[in-house]
T-cell receptor, first 115, second 115 residues
Framework: GAGVSQSPRYKVAKRGQDVALRCDPI?????LFWYQQALGQGPEFLTY????????KSGLPSDRFFAERPEGSVSTLKIQRTQQEDSAVYLC?????????????FGSGTQLSVL | AQSVTQLDSHVSVSEGTPVLLRCNYS??????LFWYVQHPNKGLQLLLK??????LVKGINGFEAEFKKSETSFHLTKPSAHMSDAAEYFC?????????????FGKGTRLSVIA
């Protein structure tokens, strides 16, 4: 596609529900990142893939958070047993190569609200 | 470890006057530095990046930034603000020589432009 696509755009979940957030990166992009952006804050790193390999998941806040990219293209971020503190915008970004100095292309994000 | 500090959470300027958004960084390695802009309901967009070439970096929409190692600063400037510049701006650091280090975002500076 022309850009990074994320779905859904908005998600409302009841506390304790599981959610799955999808990211379609730019076709052919090697690297894919997930970030969490709380209201009024900068994006915070969650996890990073190079092709299908998850190279860094140090930013995932708990074992309720899980990300995958099984075929090296589309990625899913799953949050189990959602809590109110999980409410945030979840941003996905991709880049052409594997260098971390490369330009990132961001999607518009998924706004998650946990009630 | 890398970090960035954006010294102002909110900057307000009149249309046609200069813009200065301040950023200081901390990095154990030679850093790559970026400025990203986030317009409401749009994805983050790269304005410019520094990767150890020229210290004065020119970006899109008339913005530029100067890398000053002695001051550990990477301030963003524009000679004349336009109404369309109103947005949230993020300073970002990545360490080039430290392996798989994710980009670290500052907390952001909200720029308001007054007519």
């Amino acid at each position: 596609g022309a850009g990074v696509s994320q779905s859904p755009r908005y998600k409302v979940a009841k506390r304790g529900q599981d959610v799955a957030l999808r990211c379609d990166p730019i076709s052919g992009h090697v690297s894919l990142f997930w970030y969490q952006q709380a209201l009024g804050q900068g994006p915070e790193f969650l996890t990073y893939f190079q092709n299908e390999a998850q190279l860094d998941k140090s930013g995932l806040p708990s074992d309720r958070f899980f990300a995958e990219r099984p075929e090296g293209s589309v990625s899913t971020l799953k949050i189990q047993r959602t809590q109110q503190e999980d409410s945030a915008v979840y941003l996905c970004a991709s880049s052409r190569g594997g260098a971390l100095s490369e330009k990132l292309f961001f999607g518009s994000g998924t706004q998650l609200s946990v009630l | 470890a890398q970090s960035v500090t954006q010294l102002d959470s909110h900057v307000s300027v009149s249309e046609g006057t200069p813009v200065l958004l301040r950023c200081n960084y901390s990095s154990s390695y030679s850093p790559s530095l970026f400025w990203y802009v986030q317009h409401p309901n749009k994805g983050l967009q790269l304005l410019l990046k520094y990767t150890s070439a020229a210290t004065l970096v020119k970006g899109i929409n008339g913005f530029e930034a100067e890398f000053k190692k002695s001051e550990t600063s990477f301030h963003l400037t524009k000679p004349s603000a336009h109404m369309s510049d109103a947005a949230e701006y993020f300073c970002v650091v990545s360490a080039m020589n430290s392996g798989n280090t994710p980009l670290v975002f500052g907390k952001g500076t909200r720029l308001s432009v007054i007519a």
